[in-house]
């Protein structure tokens, strides 16, 4: 369609206007080609004749439709001009408060001269991971596609944000680098995003100024690269300054300031830090009040100096060099002041009293009298001699000036060195993200050198932003496989030939730089020669001393006065040596540095030959420098990927929110924001998705393309049929690509069509009305024409007679149907009475069937509970004898030890008396020999003694020679009996771990081995036992010689005290043989018990196996079984064998066991009644139970005291068969107990008598035994009296009192294990014989008793943690069948620490658990499932620690048996905080890891999705696609089915893991705060969701939401009311918002919005159709003026981070711990139930 076609009659158009640039008018009448006027109607209703040129058609702009007005992106406008960009700016400015908007890569941003709420923390988490495009445009959403890039490209990135002074370019750049510091977050301690924040205040302090235009505009060009890390994390910073404006510190126009910094110093003048600087006020220093204004309104230089201060301290510079740059800083002010004089003609001096001179030299360490005179000197060098010439007052004023601009400039760079040092953090860098805040095109009255470096540096970028344009168009095109075509645009290259080419203006003003008497009108006429024709250079006509340039965004008229100083930038050789010679290191340093670095730079290609200049300091001017550091900015940003910022200034007067359009289309034509709409308008510049326009534009659709399933295809025949010209518009693989103006024919075509339906639909409706009005009226007239003709009917046919008639009927109607009436209300009375008689009689007898069920449940209540009395009595008095049984055992084990320990030393003393006995002998046979011969012949007795010396040396020397053979028989015996040993257990393990490998299959294998192994180990014991004989034998044999030796050597006159003491050993002799043989007797006895003892076991043991076997398969088990007792003489080893044996039978065993507990279940069902009687009784006995153990401590512990220990020792066998035939006893009563069970009813009154006799005597026996115990506690008392000194002794008896009871309690356990072990045998076994003995009757298992506790090793500690916490799984099945199991089994670990009173142990148990659930928890932070599981589990086990704590506050639910289990000895009240603090920890790892996943699933399904089918709440907005690092993979669509779908499964898991509901309740409040607070932050910062449609489809899936909660019975969760500020923002989009009434309903309907919430949605309201209006901005008004009163947050964005506070409901469990079972899938075999 030909574009002429659209100026028709209703259209609107723009034409020029000398005020607001553009004004709207309304076509009155249709135009035709060939007409020379277009006939208009203005906005304010004048009429007006537009001419049109015939020849030129010239016709006006279109306006855009009100429907794409506001748009977010320009480029995205139907028509594309000038106009419609400055409309679209000043609706979304003005109207809706709207500061950013996109203008294709662009981000235009309009300074609101206004804090607004959009910056905070939660905007930036907001539009953190979004693209570009998905929520409004913001600095924000720039910088985080720069960001996303840099990620993921791997590239690096820059802002570049531009435009005039004023218009916010540095809070721009800071917002953007602020954005970096939060998002990038690093974890180090360095904390180097807040330093690069922290550079901010100090840059603008020494960097920026008040100007006309702006107070607090940069006067440097800056580009700070922030480096990130391969975790894309900042680790440091960079900044490169440009072209500061030197000249600022010496002079100052009118209204202006000097730098801040300068201020800031003269505002603290009066502290103590600064008293040595000498410093006055502003207005008393030169340098600062030449502008006048000294202050700016609400700034306070004196809490900026502060914060000053407090940045130089964050950065880590030093105060000593901070109190340098201030004593410079005062230097300059103090040389500002110094006066010179002109003393005579040409002369000038400065007088050396002058007080600020002399403050100058003192701060800077010079000599004042080198100052005074070349300030007003100057040293020629001739060829001969060198000649002092002085300078007139005026050179001398530049030379000072000079000299404190250079300073100056020095400290700048040195400051920004400084940030740049501390803001370098070691660690290499992986990319960086630049934002360049440079100054924008700028021209004056009057411009200088310094606009025309600004403007240079605009065009270069000008020019790079061109092609980076055309870049992204090209690609966009070929992605899309659309011809790409070349677009005419305006190319700057010419411009910028002309100033940087050869012999362009940059290298004819360095050239007359270097001539020593070159002059600006010098240079002037150089370039009106070399460069007047060129057309973008001019002479002005009315001036000599200017030259005008066009530039690309306007044409520029520079003054030359002053171009070659500023170029030079000069400052004298003898004042530069001066500083270099000065005291002050800071300032000699300066100068220093500006020698060696004089030619430091990057070069590049002159445009003209270069002339090697005269003076060295002219080699580099600054028009140089700029162009080369200019340079390098274009090859970094060239290397980069760009993203472009341009701040608009809307008035001159820095007020809030005003207009105005002629400053603002200059800036825009400046900045080339204008240029690329030109671009994109030359181009396609409207670009829909083919989803877009067939959800907009199906209404043009017919019936036959509806129907077509391919939607693009749809989409192509309808572009076809309504637009011919196939050139308006092309079809890409994913978007449709209009022309300018094809979108707003489209648009047209739709309102017409819509027109039409409406007339159509309103011409019906009427129609309809109308019949329907109609038809009520005929049939009002009907009706009133038939009561007319009525009574006209009734007068003419009523007479007396008739009425007569009338009244008679009525009598006798009545009568009849009184008669009627009565007769029926008898019937009813006699049946009611009927059914009463029958009813009272029914409840009569059920009253008394009730009662007399009452009085037969009583007599048996009466029975069973006497006959449970009695068998708790006895089950009672049977664990007491169980008690006294471990104690006595206890005591007797602890005799039988010294028994044994008595056993063994009477055993060596009976070897020494065996061997002094023999010895005795042999002596006394000898010396009666000696003594008879010596009374026969006393002479022969010395003869004798000499043969006696003589046979005791050979003697000795033949004992010593068999000693020594003796001996190393002794060691080789040894060595073979270790070998052999070795040698036997070598062969045994081998054995071991053959059988265990394959027992079934090497049966035979494995018998033959044990055989060989018993035969080897007889063997082996015979050889010891000999080896041990001889060994004996040897040492008797040593002791005896060496005996012998010894009493040989004494004299002759011993051996008759010899013969006397043998004589008294005769007589001793037949005692000792007596003590010998009752020893060995009693040994003998010994032994003989012993074998009993074993043959009997065995016996019993054969007896069962038999019983259970039969005749088959006995055999083998008990040849096992007796070879395993006679191998190690124990019988434990042969249940060992028989547990190998059978241990494929423990299923089976299992099986029977159900069986049993299923029978014992029915026969205890007839109980029920019985067992809360029962349970009272068993409280009582239970109390009784704990005096008894009270006094049973008691007892053990005085009859310990008292020695009664060793007499006990002697009943450990009698004890031992007690306690055997108790539990055979004990066995018996249980069978015999079930058979009573059935006989209950008759004998239970006989029972219940013996039961309370039994009673009256154990309580008889218990005042005995209390008596008892008060006798000896008194005698215990005397005992202490007099044994005070014992005390020690008594603990440490306790002690080991204490330690026996633990051993005796593990002695029990292990009996329990092996009682448990044969059952399981037996059961096995029988199972196995169960076809030969199916006609035998069951023997009821007899039950356990435990204690709810687990027993374990110190050394399983670590398999706990493992295999509870770190390997579990929470999808097991075990875990699932019971919640909190691993809980429950943890808290039995801790209860069995308790009860051996080990705190040691207890603290590593808890230690382990807090250590293995903070690591399991580490390792699943993300998984939802592993989450819910351990949250669980840790309520679960911190309710067991209150639970059992034994707190009266948490004992109130337990029940008698709980109470039992509670702990005793520690307080575990600190390791309870603990857990409550993991849980906490534990919580918000679960609420994250839920809110990770639902997220994503928020926004595209509460609010993107249309869940209301035909209602369409979207506006199309044909926005390019702004984000160039998303994939174009179309995501899968979500509704609220998803995320119903998610959480109905988070609620599931929650339920299967078994959490407390009032946590689950917490949970879900917690979820649907996230969903609330998401989905408002999303309205609030986009504009497209706030519509009417949009508000009704958002509270459909509120109700869906809550009928959700319903359903999970979760309505008392507060949840909804979190979405209360989601409700009242939807209702906001739905109400009227028009008048008074609709304000202050709004007022009062939402207390759930803060006041900038309200605003800004009605501020962004949008209508969908073209048949909705925009709120009003009075209307806005009206509503801000009411909500001024409420109190609420400034803030917009609701934090999404909130957590709720979270409480843990303590929950008492009612699981049993004593009915706990471990399963076998947790690997926990190593834990013992009790």
């Known amino acids: 369609m030909a574009l002429s076609e659209l100026y028709t009659k209703y259209n609107r158009v723009w034409i020029p206007d000398p005020e607001e640039v553009w004004q709207s008018a309304e076509i009155l009448k249709d135009y035709k080609p060939g007409d020379d006027v277009l006939e208009l109607q203005l906005e304010n209703g004048t009429e007006m004749r537009y001419p049109v040129e015939t020849g030129n058609v010239q016709l006006p702009h279109l306006r855009n439709p009100d429907i794409l007005v506001g748009e977010n992106d320009l480029t995205a406008l139907s028509y594309l001009h000038e106009p419609a960009v400055l409309h679209n700016l000043r609706v979304r400015f003005v109207e809706s408060k709207i500061i950013y908007t996109y203008c294709g890569i662009i981000l235009v941003a309009v300074n609101p001269y206004k804090q607004l709420p959009i910056y905070g923390d939660a905007v930036i988490h907001a539009y953190s991971g979004q693209n570009m495009g998905d929520l409004d445009p913001h600095i924000f959403a720039v910088a985080e596609e720069a960001y996303k890039q840099m990620a993921r490209n791997n590239r690096n990135q820059s802002i570049i944000v531009s435009g005039e002074s004023g218009a916010g370019k540095t809070v721009s750049a800071r917002y953007a680098m602020r954005y970096f510091a939060v998002v990038s977050k690093s974890s180090s301690k360095t904390r180097v995003e807040d330093k690069v924040l922290a550079s901010n205040p100090i840059t603008e302090a020494i960097g920026n100024a008040k100007t006309t235009r702006n107070d607090n505009s940069s006067r440097f060009g800056k580009y700070t690269e922030i480096s990130f890390d391969q975790r894309h994390q900042i680790i440091g910073a960079n900044m490169r300054t440009y072209l500061l404006e030197k000249s600022r510190v010496v002079f100052q126009s009118e209204n202006e300031r000097n730098y801040h910094i300068f201020y800031q110093l003269c505002a603290c003048a009066d502290q103590p830090d600064f008293k040595h600087l000498r410093l006055l006020s502003a207005d008393q220093f030169q340098y600062t009040c030449l502008g006048g204004a000294t202050e700016i309104d609400g700034v306070d230089d004196r809490a900026d100096m502060a914060e000053t201060r407090r940045t130089f301290t964050l950065l880590g510079l030093k105060e000593d060099f901070l109190s340098d740059v201030f004593k410079v800083l005062a230097a300059i002010l103090h040389l500002g002041n110094v006066t010179i004089k002109t003393t005579s003609g040409e002369k000038s001096a400065v007088s050396t009293s002058d007080v600020h001179l002399a403050v100058f030299c003192e701060l800077v360490c010079v000599d004042v009298d080198s100052v005074c005179r070349w300030l007003c000197h100057r040293r020629l060098v001739l060829l001969a001699e060198t000649v002092v010439k002085p300078v007139p007052m005026e050179r001398a004023v530049n030379a000072r000036d000079a000299l404190a601009k250079h300073i100056y400039a020095h400290l700048f760079d040195c400051v920004i060195h400084r940030i740049n040092t501390a803001l370098k953090v070691p660690g290499k860098q992986h990319s960086f993200i630049g934002v360049l805040d440079i100054y924008g095109f700028e021209t004056f009255d009057v411009n200088s050198f310094e606009q025309f470096c600004i403007n240079y540096a605009n065009e270069k970028l000008q020019h790079q932003f061109n092609l980076h344009v055309f870049k992204l168009e090209q690609e966009e095109y070929m992605k899309e496989d659309i011809p790409w075509t070349l677009i005419d645009f ?17 290298d004819l003003l360095d050239e007359e730089c270097l001539f020593p008497q070159g002059t600006d009108l010098n240079w002037l006429q150089k370039l009106y020669n070399f460069l007047g024709s060129n057309p973008l250079f001019s002479k002005p006509r009315l001036s000599n001393q200017a030259f005008v340039i066009q530039h690309f965004a306007d044409q520029v008229e520079y003054q030359c006065k002053g171009f070659l100083e500023k170029n030079r930038d000069t400052l004298y050789e003898e004042l530069v040596d001066i500083m270099k010679a000065s005291k002050f290191s800071l300032l000699a340093d300066f100068f220093r540095e500006e020698s060696q670095t004089a030619v430091r730079g990057v070069r590049v290609k002159a445009a003209t030959p270069a002339v090697k200049p005269a003076n060295k300091q002219l080699r580099t001017t600054v028009g140089n420098k700029f162009r080369s550091s200019l340079y390098l900015l274009m090859e970094t940003l060239n290397a980069t990927t760009p993203h472009y910022v341009r701040c608009i200034k809307p008035n001159e007067d820095k007020q809030p929110f005003e207009y105005d359009s002629k400053r603002v289309v200059q800036q825009l034509r400046a900045c080339g924001v204008l240029e690329t709409v030109h671009i994109s308008a030359q181009s396609y510049p409207s670009r829909w998705t083919y989803i877009e326009f067939y959800s907009r534009y199906s209404i043009l659709m017919t019936q036959a393309e509806v129907v077509l399933n391919d939607k693009k295809q749809t989409c192509k025949s309808v572009l076809q049929r309504l637009i011919p010209d196939s050139d308006q518009y092309k079809f890409g693989r994913t978007k449709i690509f209009f022309r300018a103006g094809q979108v707003a024919y489209l648009e047209k075509l739709r309102l017409d069509r819509l027109r039409a339906a409406c007339v159509t639909i309103q011409s019906h409706v009427r129609g309809w009305s109308q019949r329907r009005r109609f038809l009520r009226l005929r049939n009002a007239a009907c009706i009133l024409q038939q009561y007319i003709r009525g009574q006209r009917r009734i007068r003419q046919t009523v007479t007396a007679a008739a009425l007569k008639q009338g009244w008679a009927s009525v009598v006798i109607q009545k009568h009849c149907r009184g008669y009627l009436v009565r007769r029926v209300y008898k019937l009813v009375l006699v049946a009611t009475v009927k059914i009463q008689a029958y009813i009272r009689g029914w409840l009569a007898r059920k009253r008394h069937k009730k009662l007399v069920e009452e009085q037969k449940a009583l007599v048996l209540q009466k029975y069973a509970r006497a006959w449970l009395v009695r068998r708790r009595f006895q089950t009672m ?3 007491v004898l169980n008690v006294q049984l471990s104690y006595r055992v206890q005591q007797l084990r602890k005799k039988l030890e010294e028994q044994g320990k008595e056993n063994r030393g009477l055993m060596e003393r009976l070897t020494g008396l065996a061997n002094a006995h023999s010895q005795g002998l042999d002596k006394l046979q000898a010396l009666e020999a000696e003594l008879s011969k010596s009374a026969n012949n006393r002479m022969s007795l010395e003869k004798q003694e000499k043969r006696n010396k003589e046979a005791a040396n050979q003697m000795i020397t033949q004992l010593q020679t068999q000693k020594a053979a003796l001996e190393a028989e002794k060691k080789t015996m040894e060595a073979k009996m270790a070998e052999s040993a070795q040698q036997m257990r070598d062969n045994f393990s081998e054995l071991q771990k053959r059988l265990q490998e394959d027992l079934e299959k090497e049966e035979r294998r494995r018998k033959i081995a044990e055989n060989n192994l018993e035969n080897q180990k007889e063997d082996s014991g015979r050889e010891v036992e000999v080896l041990q004989l001889e060994n004996r034998q040897l040492r008797e044999e040593k002791l005896r ?28 002799l037949p005692e000792l043989r007596k003590d010998i043989h009752n020893l060995q007797s009693q040994k003998t006895e010994q032994e003989r018990r012993v074998r009993e003892q074993t043959h009997q076991a065995k016996v019993k043991m054969n007896v069962i196996i038999k019983q259970l076997l039969g005749d088959r398969s006995s055999e083998d088990i008990l040849s096992a079984a007796s070879d395993d007792a006679e191998e190690d003489g124990n019988l434990l080893l042969a249940f060992d064998g028989l547990q190998k044996a059978t241990r494929v039978m423990e299923t089976q065993l299992r099986d029977q066991r159900e069986g049993f507990e299923s029978q014992v279940e029915v026969l205890s069902f007839k109980m029920e009644h019985l067992q809360k009687e029962n349970e009272q009784l068993q409280n009582l006995f239970q109390e009784k139970s704990d005096v ?40 018996e009563e249980t069978s015999q107990m079930m058979g009573r ?115 374990y090793r110190r050394e399983d500690e670590p398999k706990i943690i493992q295999n509870l916490i770190l390997d579990l799984r929470p999808r097991g099945v075990v875990v699932n069948m019971f919640p909190g199991l691993a809980a429950h089994l943890l808290f039995m670990c801790v209860r069995h620490a308790d009860y051996l009173n080990d705190g040691a142990k207890l603290k590593s148990l808890m230690h382990g658990i807090i250590t293995g659930l903070k690591k399991v928890i580490m390792e699943h932070q993300e998984d939802f499932e592993a989450l819910s599981f351990w949250l669980s589990n840790t309520c679960h086990l911190l309710n067991c620690l209150k ?36 849980a906490i920890r534990i919580y918000h790892k679960f609420i994250a890891a839920m809110e990770t996943m639902v997220t994503p699933l928020i926004v595209p399904a509460m609010l993107e999705h249309e869940s209301l089918q035909g209602i369409s709440s979207m506006k199309p907005s044909g926005l390019r696609k702004r984000s160039n690092s998303v994939y174009e993979e179309a995501a899968e669509a979500c509704s609220m089915a998803s995320i119903l779908q998610l959480l109905s499964g988070f609620h599931g898991s929650m339920l299967q893991h078994g959490m407390d509901s009032e946590l689950v309740k917490q949970a879900v409040r917690q979820l649907f705060y996230l969903l609330g607070a998401t989905c408002l932050n999303t309205i609030l910062l986009r504009k497209d969701m706030c519509s009417c449609r949009k508000g009704m489809q958002i509270r459909c899936n509120i109700s869906y939401l809550e009928e959700w909660l319903k359903e999970k019975d979760l309505q008392g969760s507060s949840a909804m009311e979190t979405l209360r500020p989601l409700s009242q923002a939807a209702w906001l989009l739905q109400v009227n918002k028009t008048s008074d009434e609709d304000a202050r309903e709004i007022r009062d309907s939402c207390p759930e919005l803060s006041p900038v919430q309200i605003v800004k949605i009605l501020n962004s309201y949008t209508p969908i159709d073209d048949f909705e209006k925009r709120v009003a901005s009075s209307f806005v008004r009206k509503v801000q003026a009411l909500l001024q009163e409420r109190e609420g947050s400034s803030q917009l964005m609701v934090d999404t981070q909130y957590r709720f506070q979270v409480t843990f409901p303590f929950c008492a469990s009612a699981q049993a711990l004593e009915l706990l079972q471990v399963p076998s899938s947790l690997r926990l075999s190593f834990l013992t139930r009790i």
């Open 877 to 879: 008095r049977r664990l």
């Open 490 to 506: 305006y190319d700057n290259q010419p411009v910028i030939d002309l100033i940087e080419a050869k012999m362009g203006i940059l």
């Open 1188 to 1227: 008894n153990e009270s006094i049973r401590q008691e007892v053990a512990r005085l009859t310990a005291e008292n020695m009664v220990i060793p007499e006990l020792k002697q009943q450990v066998g009698e004890l031992l068969r007690q306690k055997q035939d108790l539990e055979t006893q004990q066995q």
């Open 1443 to 1478: 639970q059992y704590s034994g707190e009266e506050e948490f004992m109130k639910h337990n029940t008698p048996r709980q109470n039992k289990n509670c702990l005793t000895n520690f307080d575990l009240s600190e390791h309870r905080q603990i857990f409550s603090d993991l």
């Open 1237 to 1351: 069970i059935e006989e209950v009813s008759t004998r239970l009154q006989n029972d219940l008598q013996e039961e309370s006799s039994r009673c009256r005597q154990f309580e008889q026996q218990l005042e005995e035994v209390q008596r008892r115990l008060e006798e000896q506690q008194e005698q215990q008392e005397q005992l202490l009296k007099q044994q005070q000194a014992e005390q020690e002794a008594k603990s440490r008896l306790r002690q080991e009192t204490s330690r026996l009871t633990a051993d005796n309690m593990g002695l029990e356990e292990q009996l329990d294990m092996k009682d448990r072990l044969i059952k399981k045998l037996q059961d096995q076994i029988r199972s196995l014989n169960a076809p030969d003995k199916a006609n035998q009757k069951a023997t009821p298992a007899v039950p356990r008793e435990y204690l709810g506790m687990l027993e």
């Open 1041 to 1068: 010689l060496q005996m012998q030796l010894e009493e040989e050597k004494h004299q002759i006159a011993e051996l008759q005290e010899q013969i006397t003491q043998l004589t008294k050993h005769i007589k001793v």
